[in-house]
């Protein structure tokens, strides 16, 4: 069942791309994030996606936020696409799907590609915003505007 503005984020535990285990216990309550889903790591839209992230990434920390990209990628991808892409955030990875699951992420194009989903969430874990579109260039916008709106 997929979350919904309103809900608390569920805990959950992944690796991130430096191989150490990360808890979302170790940020909740100190700061606003940003969860994003993304299908893969190093295709063209998702490749575009956190390089926009990562562009507009100081404004997001200048707010106070963080951002958290998540993907069933190994770690051993992770690492090699954010020292590519010298992507500054936390990728962590979903090699099991379990936290697209505990969030109620949807696969497209008839369950072939995992879906492309971004959460905003309040310092308290609280969705305010859930954007779901495989246009990868609108959700930074959209979340960017959300966290504005959080800590005016």
Do not use: W
């Amino acid at each position: 069942m997929a979350l919904k503005i309103g809900d608390r984020i569920p805990n959950f535990k992944a690796k991130d791309s430096k191989g150490e285990d990360f808890d979302i216990q170790s940020v909740l309550g100190k700061c606003p994030l940003v969860i994003y889903f993304y299908p893969k790591d190093n295709t063209p839209g998702c490749t575009a996606q956190a390089c926009s992230f990562r562009d507009q990434y100081e404004d997001f920390q200048d707010l106070g936020a963080e951002v958290i990209g998540i993907s069933g990628d190994s770690v051993a991808s992770h690492q090699k696409f954010s020292r590519q892409y010298k992507l500054p955030f936390i990728l962590l990875s979903d090699y099991d799907k379990k936290i697209r699951a505990l969030f109620g992420v949807p696969t497209n194009l008839f369950g072939l590609i995992p879906g492309r989903v971004t959460y905003v969430v309040d310092q308290n874990g609280i969705i305010t915003m859930i954007f779901d579109s495989m246009s990868a260039g609108i959700h930074i916008k959209k979340a960017l505007a959300a966290i504005k709106k959080l800590v005016v």
